[in-house]
């Protein structure tokens, strides 16, 4: 570990204690964990604490974790990973909060935190239907309006369920079921544990 991250890692733990559930140092990132009630309390100190200022939001992404690796998966179905820089610092930081709900999953949204998180929080909401508590506008950005369904998530069918088309006697598109066979193009390749590692191969 590098010292700079040695010492983040330390600030961390000094300013935050067990509040953080985990905090994991994997190929040069650190990655700290914190649970969904002391979310919003953790990032605002994040970007407030004079020790930290993670001034900036780079990302938030939404995983879906319900088929991870080679075994099923032991907790929360899903999260929202907020990717933060401090440019006074020269640190990054990633933070993972699951929603408490799998039916439901609800995070606190960081828009008053961080502004640039209203586009990212409607994105990870489209893609994998997380709900982001507090967000000022929360609605879909990619997928079109009537779109059913969240099609990151890891159950979504490939080819999804409805498929438009033009119909001239109509004179509009017009929605139908999907009329295509599911297939799989590409196999799933699970990469071995070290995979990627400086020296591996």
């Known amino acids: ?16 204690g067990d509040r953080i559930r985990s ?18 309390r953790i990032v605002r100190k994040l970007r407030d604490h004079e020790e930290l200022r993670f001034d900036q939001l780079i990302d938030i992404s939404g995983l879906d974790y319900s088929a991870y690796g ?4 032991e907790g929360r179905r899903f999260a929202s990973v907020a990717h933060l820089t401090s440019v006074r610092h020269n640190w990054r930081l990633r933070v993972r909060v699951f929603a408490e ?9 960081v828009v008053d935190v961080w502004p640039s998180a209203n586009w990212f929080e409607r994105e990870s909401f489209d ?64 990469r071995e544990e070290n995979y990627g590692d400086v020296g591996h191969g």
């Open 1 to 16: 570990m590098s010292v700079k991250l040695e010492r983040l890692s330390q600030t961390l733990r000094d300013v935050f």
């Open 23 to 40: 905090l994991v140092l994997d190929r040069g990132e650190l990655t700290i964990e914190v649970a969904a009630a002391e979310y919003l």
């Open 70 to 73: 080679n075994a099923p998966w």
């Open 101 to 109: 709900d799998d039916g439901f999953p609800v995070v606190d949204s």
């Open 127 to 190: 893609l994998y239907g997380i709900l982001y508590a507090g967000h000022p506008d929360l609605r879909r950005i990619l997928t079109d309006y009537g779109f059913v369904g969240h099609p990151f998530r890891k159950d979504f069918p490939v080819s999804g369920y409805v498929e438009m088309r033009y119909d001239p006697e109509q004179g509009r598109v017009v929605y139908q079921p999907v009329t295509i066979e599911p297939r799989e193009n590409t196999p799933r390749i699970v």
